[in-house]
């Protein structure tokens, strides 16, 4: 939670500046946030997968937003990330809801080792000043 909390201003950046679907990632090193395309269905491409989980800069988190949508995994985005049942990636996923392309709340998912489903440990919403508060 801590590399999402320090990309933050660029996760946001990256989400409001199109009116589509951003996905990408949040690394260590600069720059924190990395944007990668999706598939015309909004998939992550399992290429861009494979070559960000053998990269010497693995990933701390992935996010991608919800445009004129909600701060929650879809049913789509669960059948991505574990379309088996089990998780095909360990990160964390961050997903940030829109309106008007300005970011409106923001959901952080883990999905635990031996669970059969993601939990929630954060969640933030947009305050009407702008500023973000936990829900």
């Known amino acids: 939670m801590i590399a ?11 989400v409001e500046a199109s009116a589509q679907e951003v996905a ?3 690394t260590a090193a600069s720059p924190l946030v ?10 992550w491409r399992d290429l861009a997968m494979i070559a ?7 990933p701390l988190a992935l996010f991608h937003s919800h445009p004129e949508g909600r701060a929650t ?3 789509m985005d669960l059948a991505q990330w574990a379309p088996t049942g089990v998780p095909r990636w360990p990160w964390p996923q961050l997903v940030v809801a ?5 970011a409106i709340a923001a959901a952080l998912f883990v999905w635990d080792v031996g669970t059969s489903r993601p939990r929630c440990p954060a969640q933030v919403v947009r305050t009407r000043d ?6």
Not at 98 to 102: A, D, K, N, V
């Open 4 to 14: 999402v909390a320090a990309a933050w201003p660029e996760i946001i950046a990256a």
């Open 24 to 26: 990408g990632w949040i």
């Open 34 to 43: 990395r944007t990668v395309e999706l598939d015309a269905d909004g998939v």
């Open 52 to 58: 960000l989980a053998r990269s010497p800069s693995a």
């Open 73 to 75: 995994l879809s049913l």
């Open 98 to 102: 829109t309106r008007s392309q300005r």
């Open 130 to 135: 702008g500023a973000w508060r936990a829900r």
